[in-house]
């Protein structure tokens, strides 16, 4: 499980404090007041982001060339992008992150920066500080998209996907975590479902409500007067259901739903670390295989490109042994295994 | 055959025969409106080359004790000792010409009745004859006679071939429901609890086969009446209302249409979201189930799985409350609906091209008799006046002839002002008695919805709390 940093996260900032306290709409534009608490203890920073900032932050994480091994790094994941009245297709994407006015996509974001305070290598990059900190934004300059953008790997890579590990501790996550990965993201799914009828069944409940309201019957006649009355205790029964069905549905979006939005984005950025690790796995083998095969002319080259490549695949490996991964099978065999290069 | 077509083809030819066939004059018609005792009838059934309203043939026991109001006071306040129930479906025969039998059981102590406890089978066009009969009989003299279940061609058709499913079953359910509160609501009717027919239909195991049902459901009355509301809009003598009550209540009614047409839809809504709610439950509890089954932390793995048959009972529970608003809301609803409108499918368009016939039509049928009083009194007026001409000729044969005339119209006219004032007195009783039932219905049931809601609430508490210490339980 990763360590609790309790000292110097981000530079000056207590990770366990920062709070994203509010969202404001502009017109399509949403932005996002971000507090933390100042670790001196003298008060607080209070800074305004968009969700370009924090792609901007996201980019400065994956760009860290100073880490030996960072792709090993299971990198906090980031929400998609918000959008104000979003096409069908984005609200499928961003699922709970969607629903009750933004609050749950708040957390998320949140989550995301805690995270990543709390990350022993990736806090102590200056983005971060500069992020957290500064009353300016950070900086809009688009830096050049890598590897690490998923949406980018092209189909042959996807192969690599099943290529059969050295490593039986890494080949035991990496099933494992397929499992995982699918299973948590249908039962988000399913879960969504059952929020999103319970939010339609709150407003059936208010439209009964209302009609019953509109069989208020004027006048004196006594049955007419035992009528409306019957009416009216049934439209608050109704109305008290609206109310019960809103809360439940608010309430399973804001506990069990968000956790399981927050699960299955975690599992799919172990999956990507994974798939790194593997894509780097097939070029050992492949400089392998030309170091041997190599002429004597290119052997000295081919020896320098394979050494190189070990070099990074053990780095990646040890790093991602550190991460929290979703399978630990008996506690010590990450420290047993060896690299088996 | 023949008369097929002429109730599809020409309806307003039906109808404007119907009309002449209310005969000022017809010696059954005195029997049923006059106020005295009178010789047992024969009941008739409507003859099948024409459907006419005909004025009903009631049976003795109602003139034994003179007038009306006799009656209802009988009955009283709750005392009312008939209990119906429709049971046990069962298919018979096979392919397109199966049908579903029914057990009509009736358990009563009322001595109008030859046995205390009895049933019989019956079929739904049974339903539908016994219907049209009394529709026939009543609803032109201003009873509100219950509407009969509609008739289903999908619903029915999926049951003969013998598509063993959910829909098909709770289609038979729906039906079973619906003919058990058409039964009950005919018996609660004071006078139809005496009607031969109606008797016949309870006590007698075997029945003729009902003909024509076709054209005798609800929906076939009403493409009739339809016409006949036109004719009375175009009508010559407008009439003045004098008696604001019937203006208001009028209105009463229509407003009350609109109201739980209103409510109907929106109830069937809130079922439809509850039926979906409880798919979406069990398919998520069974991808938590998986999800427990993948996860490797013991504790979390293990309240995943009790996470998972939690959500199970819960969607049968979500299942159960679904039935309850479906039967107890929009069936009563429903009911309600097609008793102030007229016929009414189960499709909520169609209440948009009927007008009301149950309770609006029977406010038309007394403004006719109003304007047949009126058309007599013009006519009288006019033979009077052609009399008086007479008299100064040498015609005494014409004389005779027009003495003669006068006098039967002035019979006439004074039948029309009896018969105007009996279907008023009518209808002001069963309005009151329909208000009453009402707001009875109504309690009653949404008693019952209340209690099921609390049931409901309570064991999902239940459930719940049950799944706690599993959730703590996650380290």
């Known amino acids: ?341 | 055959p023949k008369q097929d077509s002429l109730m599809d083809d020409d309806p307003e030819d039906l109808f404007a025969g119907a009309t002449e066939e209310v005969s000022l004059d017809s010696p059954e018609r005195d029997v049923l409106l006059s106020d005295g005792p009178s010789p047992a009838i024969t009941p008739i059934t409507p003859p099948t080359s024409v459907i006419a309203p005909r004025i009903g043939h009631a049976h003795d026991d109602m003139f034994t004790h003179s007038s009306f109001d006799e009656i209802e006071e009988e009955e009283g306040g709750d005392s009312f000792d008939v209990h119906i129930s429709v049971s046990d479906p069962e298919k018979v025969g096979d392919g397109m010409n199966a049908y579903m039998a029914y057990k009509v059981s009736t358990k009563t102590s009322l001595s109008v009745f030859k046995q205390r406890d009895f049933s019989v089978k019956r079929r739904f066009s049974d339903f539908l004859g016994l219907h049209s009969k009394l529709a026939s009989k009543y609803l032109h003299i201003g009873y509100i006679v219950p509407p009969a279940p509609e008739k289903s061609i999908v619903g029915m058709t999926k049951v003969k071939v013998g598509k063993e499913d959910q829909s098909s079953n709770e289609f038979v359910e729906k039906r079973r429901s619906a003919l058990e509160r058409y039964l009950m609501r005919t018996v609660k009717h004071p006078i139809l609890l005496k009607d031969p027919d109606v008797l016949q239909f309870l006590e007698n195991s075997e029945l003729p086969r009902a003909v024509n049902t076709q054209a005798l459901s609800s929906a076939g009355i009403l493409r009739m009446v339809n016409k006949a509301a036109d004719a009375v809009n175009k009508m010559t003598i407008k009439m003045n209302e004098s008696d604001a009550w019937f203006e208001e209540k009028q209105q009463h009614f229509e407003n009350l249409d609109v109201q739980l047409r209103k409510l109907h839809a929106s109830v069937e809504s809130l079922v439809c979201h509850r039926k979906e709610l409880s798919v979406n439950t069990a398919q998520f509890a069974k991808s938590a189930a998986m999800l427990g089954n993948s996860e490797d932390h013991t504790a979390l793995s293990r309240a995943l799985s009790q996470l998972a048959e939690v959500e199970e009972k819960i969607d049968q529970l979500h299942q159960d409350q679904a039935n309850a608003d479906f039967y107890l809301f929009s069936e009563l609803l429903g009911d309600y609906v097609r008793l102030i409108t007229a016929g009414g499918s189960g499709d909520l368009e169609l209440y948009f091209y009927f007008i009301f016939f149950r309770i609006r039509g029977v406010f038309d049928h007394r403004i006719k008799t109003w304007q047949k009083w009126q058309d007599s009194q013009v006519l009288l007026l006019k033979k009077r006046e052609a009399e008086a001409k007479l008299q100064f000729t040498n015609k005494p044969d014409k004389l005779q002839q027009a003495k003669d005339e006068i006098k039967e119209l002035e019979g006439k006219v004074q039948q029309g002002e009896r018969d105007f004032e009996q279907i008023s007195k009518i209808i002001r009783k069963e309005v009151g008695r329909f208000e009453k039932e009402r707001v009875k219905d109504f309690k009653t049931i949404i008693v019952k919805y209340l209690e099921s809601l609390v049931q409901t609430q309570q064991q999902l508490i239940k459930y719940w709390e049950a799944f706690l210490p599993e959730a703590k339980a996650i380290s």
């Open chain 1, 1 to 341: 499980m990763m360590e609790e940093v309790k000292d110097v996260s981000a530079g000056s900032v207590h990770g366990d404090t920062i709070k994203v306290t509010e969202v404001l709409q502009d017109g399509d534009t949403l932005t996002f007041i971000i507090v933390s608490q100042k670790l001196s203890g003298t008060g607080e920073y209070h800074v305004d982001r968009t969700y370009d900032d924090f792609e901007w932050l996201q980019q400065h994480l994956y760009t860290q060339e100073d880490v030996p091994g960072i792709q090993g790094v299971i990198f906090p994941p980031l929400p998609v992008r918000p959008q104000v009245n979003a096409s069908a297709k984005v609200m499928k994407q961003l699922g709970f992150l969607a629903l009750g006015e933004w609050q749950p996509y708040c957390r998320a974001l949140e989550t995301f920066l805690q995270q990543v305070v709390a990350h022993r290598l990736l806090s102590k990059n200056p983005a971060l500080e500069l992020f957290l900190t500064s009353a300016d934004p950070p900086g809009r300059q688009k830096i050049k998209k890598n590897l690490f953008n998923r949406l980018s790997q092209a189909m042959e890579e996807m192969r690599k996907e099943g290529h059969k590990d050295v490593d039986e501790f890494f080949q035991t996550v990496r099933d494992q975590n397929l499992q995982l990965t699918g299973s948590s993201r249908t039962a988000a799914e399913k879960f969504l479902d059952v929020v999103l009828t319970e939010q339609k069944i709150a407003v059936a409940c208010g439209h009964f409500s209302a009609a019953l309201h509109l069989c208020v019957e004027p006048g004196q006649d006594p049955d007419h007067k035992a009528f409306s009355r019957v009416c009216v205790k049934l439209s608050e029964v109704f109305d008290s259901m609206r109310k019960s069905m809103m809360s439940f549905s608010l309430n399973d979006l804001n506990t069990l739903g968000l956790g399981l939005d927050l699960e299955s984005r975690h599992l799919e950025a172990e999956k990507e670390m994974l798939f790194r690790r593997t894509c780097k796995l097939v070029e050992l083998e492949s400089a392998r295989r030309n170091a041997e095969r190599a002429k004597p002319v290119r052997k000295a080259a081919m020896e320098e490109v394979k050494k190189a490549s070990e070099t990074e695949f053990e780095q990646i490996c040890e790093v991602a042994k550190q991460e929290p991964l979703s399978a630990r099978p008996c506690g010590n065999a990450a420290e047993e295994s060896d690299s088996v290069v």
